[in-house]
């Protein structure tokens, strides 16, 4: 008897085990219906929104994988740190990074190139005051720092820096060293405000420091960096060429202009021999399915809160305006978020 007893119980812990969902991974879950896929939300910028901030996105050629720019200004326009999202639904990969003067794809989409925004003297211009501390985040030297150092407030005494960095996308993220090879890699170089690559995706272009403290400055002179080896030489070969990346600009959010959160234009996808519409309206996103023969007037499955913008060919990536998760006062009330569609 107490054998069958055993048995019986093992069998429940089974069943009950089966039924559990690990959901430790996940950063934040949207609503979602019983038979819908599982979906994830993922904040573009976690770092300072500034005054306004512009929403910018671009897709590969094939609109299977997109990078997401949340890029705020300060007053009078000061250089802001942006945040970006990346996500690719062929790989099955994404990532997140703030603090970024700025970023870019390489041409075959395959690696990200940006600039890491560090503050090396703060409003108060002591001088060194935050020197050592960035020099030992980057391995860089504080000669090399200060050297390289740019204003980054035409009221204050503040100034930062940029250090160059990659991520190289893995084909495959299940693989052991994918973990290696998709992690952000910086170089001890004091140089990056701006990034390119070279048109055959052999070079990461670093752009001089800012002539003026003004969020969308330009660079004028460009250096190498082989995101390979790490090799890095003061100029780009004389035939080289530098790849423009087309951003599509959205909305600019900024608090003292509301913001209408009730509707957007559909947009198309097809996963598959299955094609969906998502809508939104009254403020939350759906995705209806309208493929030929589907079964009529299935019930929409709920992605979240906001409104989308655009979102990758198969519907993986949306991205969305949505309502803070933790409002603040002195910010704005909505932000650029992506919702992850995992079905």
């Known amino acids: 008897m107490s054998e069958i007893l055993k048995t019986s119980a093992l069998v429940s812990v089974l069943a009950l085990t089966g039924c559990l969902v690990d959901s430790t991974k996940k950063e934040t879950t949207a609503d979602t219906t019983r038979a819908a896929p599982v979906v994830t939300v993922t904040p573009v910028n976690r ?32 250089p802001v740190p942006n945040g970006f999202f990346f ?27 940006f600039g890491r925004a560090y503050t090396v003297v703060g ?40 250090q160059p960095g990659v991520i190289h996308i893995p084909d495959d993220p299940r ?25 055959d995706g052999t070079t990461l272009a670093l752009g001089n420091s800012p002539a003026r403290a003004t969020d969308n400055e330009p660079s004028q002179t460009w250096s190498a960096l082989d995101p390979v080896t790490g090799a890095s030489h003061g100029t780009l070969p004389s035939s080289a060429k530098l790849a423009e990346v087309k951003m599509t600009p959205g909305p600019t959010l900024d608090r003292s202009l509301p913001m209408d959160m009730s509707h957007s234009p559909a947009i198309q996808i097809q996963r598959g ?71």
């Not at 997140?96 to 700025?102: A, E, F, G, I, T």
């Not at 693989?175 to 048109?199: C, E, K, M, N, Y």
């Open 175 to 199: 693989q052991i060293a994918a973990a290696d090879s998709g992690a952000p890699r910086l170089f001890p170089i004091a140089r990056g405000w701006r990034v390119r690559w070279t048109t």
């Open 273 to 343: 021999n299955q094609t969906f519409v998502i809508q939104s309206e009254r403020g939350v996103i759906t995705l209806v399915e309208t493929t030929p023969g589907a079964a009529a007037k299935s019930a929409p499955r709920v992605v979240g809160a906001g409104i989308a913008l655009a979102a990758t060919a198969g519907g993986r990536y949306i991205i969305a305006l949505a309502p803070r998760s933790r409002p603040d006062v002195n910010e704005m009330a909505i932000e650029p978020v992506v919702y992850t569609v995992t079905w």
């Open 47 to 78: 770092g300072t929104h500034g005054m306004a901030e512009r929403v910018l996105w671009a897709f590969s050629p094939d609109n299977k994988a997109v990078l997401v720019v949340a890029d705020p200004g300060g007053v009078e326009n000061e």
């Open 87 to 113: 996500g690719d639904e062929a790989r099955g990969f994404q990532t997140q990074v703030d603090s970024v003067w700025d970023v870019a794809p390489s041409p075959d989409w395959k690696w990200i190139g």
């Open 123 to 162: 409003g108060g211009g002591t001088g060194t005051d935050l020197l050592t501390d960035v020099s030992r985040r980057t391995s860089i030297d504080t000669a090399t720092l200060r050297a390289g150092s740019f204003a980054s407030s035409g009221m204050s005494m503040s100034r930062a820096v940029a």
